[in-house]
Structures are given as structure tokens and as C-alpha cells.
């Protein structure tokens, strides 16, 4: 059974310190002396918030991520016996791949790939989705392709977010076509990334450029929140045309 101990003990506070500031013999000094720690959990107590069992992996993948000496700390812990595939247990039940690619971590998706993380585990707080899902929701891009890089399955709407416009082309158009709704979300992604062609492309199939996404915010809402000007000046001529006028 998984040995768990609060957030606050002294020796939870010290591995969570070596972590953190890429302490790599301090924790391999930890860890020697403590063998069960590397797969132990630590229970958040101290904020309320952030309740839930965490094990080393997750706190060396926590935001905000890009500790010093990430890549090492993380395969010392593997080396150790982490499990790079441990759930979080919570809220949610995402691994540390997860939480790598929500902060835009590429050296931790890396080290946690080459570890053998599993690149399609479920389980994000974005439609218990894969780490792409988190990737793409929250924006984090350059986390995105290398996970595409690295082999990653990649849906309708994951495809508009990157711009991978041949991917979103052959989705649209082998087998059973897309509804209205997978349009327009992928729509509302294309713009989240500031992907102008497949945002037109979409568009042009019959996607809604007023489709309400996250947070109650339109295309042209997270387009301006990504700073993508060009994709802000498309949709506003969009929204200018008199109705029925397509060109």
C-alpha cells in the first residue's frame, strides 16, 4: 500500500524543496534514505484549494512548472520507482504528463515520455481528456506539438487549435461528415489558437463565428485573448457583412 503523508511533515517539506529548486543529490540523499518516498503520497492540507494526494512526479510537474533541473529530478524519481503514470487523486485523476503539458513544460513532457508516461492516459479536467486536451485548452502550444511530435492522437478539434489544417480537412471529409456543432467548436479552437486558415476553412463549411465556447467567450473573444489580430480583423469583417452576403 502507498505510504501517504501530509504536506506540511518535515520530511514532505524537504523533498518538495529539493524538487523545486532542481536539488538533484539532495534528493537522490532523500530518496536513498527513505525508499518508499519516491511513490508515496503527499496530502495538501495546508490549502484548501489544492486538497488532494499528490505524489513527487505531480509536485515536480505543478505549476508553475520549469524547475531548475526538471529533466533530472524527474528521472531520478523514476529511477527511484516513481510511477510516471500515478494519478493525482482529487478532483480530478490526472497524471503528471498532464500537469507537464498544462504548463507548457516541454523538457518535463520530454523526460516524462522517455520515462514511458503513457502519451494517452484520460483523465485531464478538460473532458477527461488526454495531456493534449490539456495542452490545447489552456493554450499551451509549444507543450501541444511536441506532444504531437512525440506521437499523440490528435481529435477534430485538437487538429483546429494547432492548425493542422490537413489533418482538420481529412476529419471534415472522410466518412461521416461533422455536425454543426463539432464545426463550430472546432471553429471556436481554430480561433483560440489564432489559426487563421483553418478558422476561414471551418468557416466556410458553415461553422457559427458566434459559437459561445469556455468561459462564455466567442471567437472573436479568445482570439483578442491570444493577441491573434489577424484572426480578430477576419471575424470583425465577418461580423460586418450584410446577412447572406458569403463572399
Not at 499551451?140 to 481529435?155: I, P, S
Amino acid at each position: 500500500m502507498t505510504t501517504t503523508i501530509d504536506s506540511q511533515a518535515p520530511l514532505a517539506v524537504a523533498v518538495t524543496q529539493a524538487i523545486r529548486q532542481g536539488d538533484v543529490p539532495g534528493l537522490r540523499h532523500l530518496l536513498a534514505e527513505n525508499p518508499w518516498l519516491a511513490s508515496a503520497g503527499i496530502a495538501e492540507t495546508a490549502r484548501p484549494d489544492c486538497s488532494g494526494i499528490r505524489t513527487l512526479l505531480h509536485i515536480a510537474t505543478d505549476w508553475p512548472g520549469h524547475f531548475p533541473n526538471g529533466p533530472q529530478v524527474l528521472a531520478a524519481l523514476v529511477e527511484a520507482g516513481a510511477d510516471p503514470d500515478a494519478r493525482f487523486s482529487g478532483a480530478h485523476t490526472e497524471t503528471p504528463l498532464h500537469w507537464a503539458a498544462s504548463n507548457d513544460d516541454v523538457a518535463a513532457v520530454d523526460a516524462l515520455v522517455a520515462a514511458g508516461a503513457d502519451i494517452e492516459a484520460p483523465g485531464a479536467v478538460i473532458g477527461d481528456g488526454t495531456p493534449l486536451a490539456d495542452a490545447c485548452a489552456f493554450g499551451q502550444w509549444r507543450a501541444a506539438f511536441r506532444l504531437v511530435e512525440h506521437g499523440a492522437r490528435v481529435t477534430f478539434e485538437e487538429a483546429a487549435s494547432l492548425g493542422l489544417l490537413g489533418q482538420v480537412e481529412a476529419c471534415a471529409t472522410a466518412g461521416e461528415p461533422p455536425t454543426p456543432e463539432e464545426l463550430s467548436n472546432a471553429f471556436w479552437c481554430a480561433c483560440h489558437g489564432g489559426r487563421l486558415a483553418t478558422a476561414q476553412y471551418l468557416y466556410g463549411l458553415g461553422a457559427d463565428p458566434d459559437r459561445i465556447g469556455y468561459g462564455d467567450r466567442t471567437p472573436v473573444d479568445i482570439a483578442r485573448e491570444q493577441d491573434a489580430t489577424d484572426v480578430v480583423e477576419w471575424l470583425s469583417a465577418v461580423a460586418a457583412k450584410p446577412v447572406g452576403d458569403s463572399a
